[in-house]
């Protein structure tokens, strides 16, 4: 509950408490007439000290009431309306990046030093290297536009297809992330006591590396996927921006540039809500992985 508060608390701040006209930063561009005025004035209570005003938000927040956009429209209608998109390809994003980036590590820790590994190590740091921002016009341009193996833009009603070319650029990132960390975590383990005691009990390989190896070498994993939610979440601003998926991340791209602070903030709420479930459900698998851990 910290954690939520905090964040909210600082998004709140940012987007209100520094604004030199906070009437104008609500208003945008638009000239202020006087009934304009005080009709933020008593939506915001704009005439009562800043936590004053964000103990407000914070109570309909609560309530469920995330409030307005600056259009006019309730924020959790776009909410409803947007979160199918974003779900779907942050869903897609870290399957492909989970899937191909611990099995890839896998292989890498197994046969540590040969090509395989030497290839991928290659590929993860080029990976890691390039920023989402340049990633995503490149791919849109060589495999959208020029080879047309996917569709360029997504669109009003994106099919599984055509997020597949946007959900490759948003794990790539994540995909390089997992491999080095399976790799490493495959590394370590296999040294472990209780490898070498496996083997002497005449366990087969197989066995001690898909039961024992891979069970314990995924826990740090599996809490970098907790965690690397809220980076999907960032990323997918960009990635839905270049591809025009009309998710949470062109929604909050767009309240970003025309300064509409409602909507920026009720957003960002519901990710931070979001990015909590997230990793309490990855404590919760700790308990799956690891036997030997247990919640009192």
Do not use: C
């Amino acid at each position: 509950m910290l954690t939520f508060f905090g964040a909210t608390f600082v998004v709140y701040a940012l987007m209100f408490a520094n604004q030199d006209n906070p009437l104008q930063a609500l208003a945008g561009e638009r000239p202020i007439t006087e009934n304009v005025r005080q009709a933020l004035t008593e939506r915001y209570h704009l005439d009562e000290p800043f936590i004053v005003q964000y103990g407000y938000y914070m109570r309909g927040l609560l309530q469920g009431d995330f409030g307005q956009s600056l259009t006019g429209r309730d924020i959790s209608d776009l909410l409803e309306q947007a979160w199918p998109n974003t779900f779907r390809l942050a869903v897609m994003a870290v399957v492909f990046a989970a899937l191909i980036g611990i099995v890839a590590g896998v292989v890498a820790g197994i046969r540590r030093a040969s090509i395989f590994d030497h290839t991928t190590l290659i590929i993860t740091l080029v990976l890691i290297s390039i920023p989402i921002v340049v990633l995503a016009p490149l791919m849109q341009l060589f495999f959208g536009v020029e080879l047309k193996w996917f569709p360029a833009t997504a669109g009003a009603n994106p099919s599984f297809y055509g997020l597949m070319l946007p959900a490759i650029v948003l794990g790539a990132g994540s995909l390089a992330t997992y491999s080095r960390l399976t790799r490493t975590s495959v590394v370590e383990n296999l040294r472990a006591d209780y490898v070498r005691t496996a083997k002497a009990k005449g366990l087969t390989r197989n066995r001690v590396i898909g039961v024992h190896v891979l069970r314990n070498s995924l826990i740090p994993v599996v809490t970098y996927i907790g965690v690397d939610l809220g980076g999907l979440m960032a990323g997918a601003i960009v990635t839905e921006g270049v591809f025009n998926i009309p998710g949470v991340g062109s929604q909050l791209f767009r309240g970003i540039g025309t300064e509409d602070g409602p909507l920026v903030v009720g957003f960002v709420s519901v990710l931070v809500i979001i990015f909590i479930v997230a990793n309490l459900i990855v404590d919760l698998l700790y308990a799956v992985l690891d036997p030997r851990i247990r919640y009192e």
